[in-house]
């Protein structure tokens, strides 16, 4: 196995602890909203990240602020787009339409990175998709256009932001600094976006699960960018769709949810498409390496 199959296995990590994220959202939604998990979860996320920058002296400084401010910027827009839609759809829906963004992404290679996957992988990415589609069953009616069309929204966004990280990886950015400009972004952001909504008052029992939910998505989100860093981008796409994977398992195991036997088969097509895509890695040219 080469070195950017390797990496892109970064994703299974990063699927892993973004399925624990999205159990203690679930857990917190409970007591808290939307706005509050958002900020939380970037604010005990920027602190973890402060303290191991500075228990490894690692340098958050970078003279590529302008492509971090693109990235931070554009994924908290993603972001709220995707909590929006979460707010107006049905759940099932607004995850399929967010986790359309790896065909964004294999859309958007071709132009910001000068990249032509195979045919082989763009059908794996799609098997992927179509997987995720008749796992979750989601169905759009004429009066959630709007909201639909933002949480597609989301996952167009979403794509363009992978391409970020990965451009942010070619240039040479650790993966702390470029989680610490997109916590950093979301924290502030976070904070003025909850100003609008109601303000719950912490308790002490609320700590491990807060603190949990933002190291959970900070080490996600560390994965994720070495992921795109090392790996084939749309290698990574595909297999990000094991989150779905994780989340459906974690569902059977707390809260006892079970799966149909069509729905089965929709994780089978996602575990497929993620073998096949591994397979299938590009091969960057010589362009491409030479960035």
Known sequence: MNLPRLGSLWMLVAAF?????????????????????VFYRSLFGLLFIIFVARYRRVSLK???????????????????CFFFAISELPLATAITLNYTSPLFLAMALPFMLHEKPRKILLLAVVLGFVGVALLLKPSLHMDELIAGAIGLLSG?????????????????????????YFTLVCTIGGGLWMLFYRFTPLDWP???????????????????????????????????????????LFGI????????SDRWLAVGLIILSGIISVCATPKPNKDTQAK
């Open 17 to 37: 602890f973004f399925a624990i994220m999205g159990v203690l959202v679930k857990l917190g939604a409970a007591k808290f909203s939307s706005a509050e998990l």
């Open 62 to 80: 970078t003279r590529l602020v302008n492509t971090h401010m693109k990235r931070a910027i554009l994924g908290f827009a993603s972001l709220i």
């Open 156 to 180: 167009a966004m979403a794509g363009i932001v992978y391409v970020h990280v990965t451009q942010l990886g070619r240039a040479g950015e650790p993966d702390w600094r470029t989680v610490f």
């Open 253 to 260: 195991l707390i809260w006892n949810e079970t799966l149909s």
């Open 206 to 248: 609320d700590l491990p699960l807060l603190l949990g939910l933002g190291v959970s998505a900070t080490i996600a989100q560390l994965a994720l960018t070495r992921a795109y860093r090392t790996g084939s981008p749309l290698v990574v796409g595909s297999l990000a769709y094991t989150t779905v994977v994780l989340a459906s």
